[in-house]
């Protein structure tokens, strides 16, 4: 997916976040906000793609700081409080296992941010809240019809936290006798999973977890490893999580494949890109 006008503001937004995590040092911010602004400038167009552009906003901030995983302690609480909210999420699914909550469960994943939440807060009533909401795009019996189609199915996964709930939606697809192959990021990058916290998460109860290569924003097909690109050829069934997936993905030829997107849409270019409202929840095939 291309850049719009919007991206700007947020990837500085981004770019500060990230620099408040790695460092303290306020005369080494203004010379990587100095170096970002002069990367943006020439690097931001109409034809500029997001999730690279992204990356390597992140990597100049990871150089001058010496700081590898910037939200390390973020993505540790993601995990810790995802799992304590496990059993709740697990009780709500016991009245009704209907696949359409299982795949709600892994959207509303995608929309806490379990890092900003204690356990004070009231997530279970957030979530209830939500599978009461309809999918705006629900494109669920062609994604039965997937399930059944296929032995085996690629499921990118994207923030930690999110992938707790993410384990709910593997056991349900489980149950239609898939293998599953987990794909996570090779290196930090924001608060997404890497191998150590889909470990930590038990993603490997549920299918072999793989590295792509990379530590990127979402998928980014020019840095993807070459062991990961043959993974990714040979499955026909892929569900992808998450906005930066779906930016990256759509940048290339799917026609082969069955995709399926499961995401909250948080921004507005996403939104105007798919063709709906903002925050609305999706599960589409492209």
């Known amino acids: 997916m291309k850049i719009s006008y919007e991206c700007g503001p947020c990837f500085l937004r981004q770019a500060r976040e990230a620099m408040d995590l790695s460092c303290d040092d306020d005369l080494l911010k203004i010379e990587i906000m100095n170096d970002i602004f002069n990367f943006l400038a020439d690097n931001f167009s109409k034809d500029t793609n997001?999730?690279?552009?992204?990356?390597?906003?992140?990597?100049?901030?990871?150089?001058?700081?010496?700081?590898?995983?910037?939200?390390?302690?973020?993505?540790?609480q993601g995990n810790e409080i995802a799992l304590k909210y496990l059993p709740i999420v697990k009780e709500i699914l016991k009245e009704n296992d209907c696949l359409e909550n299982y795949v709600k469960i892994a959207i509303i994943g995608n929309i806490l941010d379990f890092g900003a939440f204690t356990l004070d807060d009231d997530i279970?009533?957030?979530?209830?809240?939500?599978?009461?909401?309809?999918?705006?795009?629900?494109?669920?019996v062609e994604f039965e019809n997937s399930l059944k189609k296929h032995d085996k199915v690629l499921y990118l996964v994207d923030n930690t936290g999110e992938i707790v709930f993410d384990k709910l939606l593997m056991a349900k697809i489980k149950e239609y006798e898939l293998d599953i192959t987990i794909a996570v990021k090779s290196e930090p990058i924001l608060n997404d999973a890497c191998m150590k916290e889909a470990l930590e998460a038990g993603l490997d109860e549920f299918g072999e977890i793989v590295e792509i290569g990379a530590g990127t924003v979402g998928y980014v097909d020019s840095e993807i490893s070459d062991e990961f690109r043959q993974i990714f050829d040979s499955h026909e069934f892929v569900i992808s999580k998450g906005m930066g997936n779906y930016e990256g993905l759509t940048e290339i030829d799917l026609s082969d494949k069955d995709v399926y997107f499961l995401l909250c849409a948080k921004c507005n270019t996403i939104a105007r890109d798919i063709g709906v409202n903002l925050k609305d929840m999706l599960l589409f095939k492209k």
């Open 50 to 76: 997001s999730n690279k552009t992204g990356s390597m906003m992140h990597n100049i901030i990871k150089s001058k700081t010496g700081c590898e995983d910037p939200y390390f302690r973020e993505k540790i």
């Open 124 to 140: 279970d009533a957030i979530i209830n809240d939500s599978l009461n909401d309809e999918l705006a795009v629900m494109d669920i």
